[in-house]
C-alpha cells in the first residue's frame, strides 16, 4: 500500500524535512550571506557617491544614486536571502568556483589604472559573494556541537554590519555634500580623505572570504564522491567548461560592456553549467541552476545604476589636500 514514507524512493537525490535545526540552519546560513550582500552593496554605493560629489559633472549621476526606495532594499535582501535558503550547497559551490576562476583570470589580465574593471568585479560578485558565506558557514559548522546558536550569533553580527553600512548610505546620501564642504561631520570628512581605501579594503575582505568560500566549496562537492575515480570523471569536464566559459566570457565583456552584455554572459554562463550537470548532476543541481540564473538576476537588477557609472569610468575621489 502506497503511504507518504515511501515518497522519496523514487526522487533521487531528495533527503526527507527535518524539522528544527534541519530547517532553521539554511535559513540562518542564506540571511547571513544576503547581509554580506547588503554589506559590500553599500560600501559601493558610498565609494561611487563620494566619486561623484568630488566631479560638478556627475549631477545627474548623483541623482540616480538618490533615487532608491529603502522598501526594494528590504526587499531585495529577503529574495537574495529566501534564494540562498533554497539553493542546494553543490550547486552554490559550483557557482563560487566559476567566479573565482573568472575572477583570478581577470585580474591577471587587468593594466594598470584599470579601475573601472576592478570595480565592474566587485558589482558582479554580489550573488557569488553570497553563495561563498553560505558555503563557508556549512562546512566550518559542520558538525558543531552548537552550530544553531553559532548561526544566531553569526546574524546578529551580519545585521549590525548591515545596518551600519546603509545608516552610512543614507548619511553620505542626503548630507555628504554639506558636510564635505563645511568642514561639519567626522564621517563625511574621513569619507573625503580617505574614500580612495574602499577599494583595497573591498579587495582584502573579498579575498578572504572567497579563499574560505573556495576550500568549502571543494569539501562540499567530493563529499558526494565514495572513490577518487568518481570525483575525476565530474571534475575534468568541470574544468574544461569553466577554461572555455571563462575564455568566452573575456571576449564578449570586451565587445558588450554594459548590462545587456552582462545578462548575455549570465545566460552563457548558466548555460554552460546547466548542459554540464545534465551528464554530471542530478535533477536537483539542474532547478538549482535554474534558481541560480534568478539570484544572479535579481543582484543586476540592484545594481544597474553601478554598472552604468562603472562605464563612464568614475574615478577614485582626490584625497583631501592638508591646509597650512
Excluded at 500500500?1 to 526522487?11: D, E, G, H, N, V
Excluded at 565514495?226 to 569553466?242: E, G, K, M, N, Q
Aim: aromatic share 8%; charged share 15%; glycine share 8%.
Amino acid at each position: 500500500m502506497f503511504s507518504l514514507p515511501s515518497l522519496p524512493s523514487w526522487l533521487p537525490g531528495l533527503s526527507s524535512p527535518q524539522w528544527g535545526s534541519g530547517l532553521l540552519d539554511p535559513v540562518l546560513q542564506g540571511l547571513i550571506g544576503a547581509c554580506g550582500v547588503s554589506v559590500l552593496n553599500s560600501l559601493l554605493r558610498v565609494y561611487f557617491f563620494v566619486s561623484c560629489a568630488s566631479n560638478p559633472r556627475r549631477r545627474l549621476e548623483r541623482q540616480r544614486l538618490r533615487a532608491r526606495w529603502a522598501l526594494l532594499d528590504a526587499v531585495h535582501l529577503a529574495g537574495l536571502a529566501l534564494i540562498l535558503t533554497v539553493l542546494g550547497a553543490r550547486v552554490a559551490a559550483l557557482v563560487v568556483l566559476e567566479f573565482s576562476l573568472r575572477a583570478v583570470s581577470t585580474l591577471l589580465s587587468l593594466h594598470k589604472g584599470s579601475e573601472r574593471e576592478r570595480l565592474q568585479l566587485y558589482l558582479l560578485c554580489q550573488y557569488s559573494l553570497g553563495c561563498a558565506l553560505s558555503c563557508g558557514l556549512s562546512f566550518l559548522q559542520e558538525g558543531a556541537p552548537h552550530r544553531t546558536l553559532n548561526l544566531l550569533l553569526g546574524l546578529w553580527l551580519a545585521a549590525l554590519l548591515s545596518s551600519g553600512a546603509r545608516r552610512l548610505c543614507r548619511h553620505v546620501d542626503q548630507l555628504y555634500e554639506l558636510h564635505s564642504s563645511q568642514n561639519y561631520c567626522g564621517v563625511c570628512l574621513g569619507l573625503l580623505a580617505g574614500a580612495h581605501r574602499l577599494p583595497p579594503l573591498l579587495t582584502r575582505a573579498l579575498a578572504v572570504a572567497f579563499a574560505v568560500g573556495d576550500l568549502a566549496a571543494v569539501a562540499l562537492i567530493n563529499q558526494d564522491f565514495p572513490t577518487t575515480s568518481d570525483a575525476v570523471r565530474f571534475w575534468t569536464p568541470l574544468v574544461i567548461c569553466y577554461a572555455l566559459l571563462v575564455i568566452y566570457m573575456q571576449e564578449e565583456q570586451r565587445q558588450q560592456p554594459g548590462l545587456q552584455g552582462q545578462v548575455q554572459t549570465l545566460l552563457v554562463r548558466m548555460g554552460g553549467l546547466f548542459v554540464l550537470l545534465l551528464t554530471v548532476g542530478s535533477w536537483l543541481d539542474l532547478l538549482g541552476i535554474l534558481l541560480s540564473l534568478l539570484g544572479e538576476l535579481w543582484c543586476l537588477a540592484s545594481i544597474h545604476t553601478l554598472l552604468d557609472l562603472c562605464q563612464i569610468q568614475v574615478g577614485a575621489p582626490p584625497r583631501a589636500s592638508p591646509k597650512h
